[in-house]
């Protein structure tokens, strides 16, 4: 199965600065991953799929890419909201399993 | 708007069984692939579970295969979670959630807690 590192597993981060998680797929899955928000206590929500097309409603801060093994999400300038916890997800090969990163919390510093 | 409503957890001793029920509405059903995620008390995400639109296909995670059994019924747009032979280490919040075709992204239910405990 493919395995997705996340990293870093965690950071601290103030309001309005730039932030980058990275996600390395164990072998090239082209564009086919996702990220994911999640607060305390609730649902992941969506934020871009297909490596780097913004979910609707997602505000534009967000950012994501790469292709093949390698990939990045940004926050360009980090809003009190944005603290949670981040998760990439691939889908390449079918039939399942999916697979999901070990998860990036961004914390306030 | 798309919903997605998951029932049927609880606490259950080791060894017992539970059914989960996830309810959609808000779009086609009988036209989307379902999985089960799960993520156990302070850890990461675990995918258990897919079943195809039509019910011909299910894929299980190895930790699951043969205890748990995922189904559908498209007449009454439920997606259901038969859990056998529980252990402590299913304890978790399932979510069902539904794939976007082609991308293969989840929209995701609020989840159900499981905990499997004596």
């Known amino acids: 199965a493919i395995q997705l590192t996340q990293s870093p597993s965690s950071l601290s981060a103030s309001v309005g600065d730039r932030v980058t998680i990275t996600c390395r797929a164990s072998q090239g899955i082209s564009s086919a991953l996702a990220w994911y928000q999640q607060k305390p206590g609730k649902a992941p929500k969506l934020l871009i799929y297909d490596a780097s097309s913004l979910e609707s409603g997602v505000p534009s801060r967000f950012s994501g890419s790469g292709s093949g093994t390698d990939f990045t999400l940004t926050i360009s300038s980090l809003q009190p909201e944005d603290f949670a916890t981040y998760y990439c997800?691939?889908?390449?090969?079918?039939?399942?399993?999916?697979?999901f990163g070990g998860g990036t919390k961004v914390e306030i510093k | 708007q798309v919903q997605l409503v998951e029932s049927g957890g609880g606490v259950v001793q080791p060894g017992g069984s539970l059914r989960l029920s996830c309810a959609a509405s808000?779009?086609?059903?009988?036209?989307?692939?379902m999985h089960w995620v799960r993520q156990a008390p302070g850890k990461g995400l675990e995918w258990v579970a897919f079943?195809?639109?039509?019910?011909?296909?299910?894929y299980y995670a190895d930790s699951v295969k043969g205890r748990f059994t995922i189904s559908r019924d498209n007449s009454k747009n439920t997606l259901y979670l038969q859990m056998n032979s529980l252990r402590a280490e299913d304890t978790a919040v399932y979510y069902c959630?539904?794939?976007?075709?082609?991308?293969?992204?989840?929209?995701w239910g609020q989840g159900t807690l499981v905990t499997v405990s004596s």
């Open positions: 808000g779009f086609t059903f009988s036209s989307y692939g």
């Open positions: 997800q691939q889908f390449n090969n079918y039939p399942p399993p999916l697979t």
């Open positions: 959630a539904k794939e976007r075709p082609y991308y293969g992204d989840l929209y």
């Open positions: 079943i195809r639109y039509d019910g011909s296909n299910k």
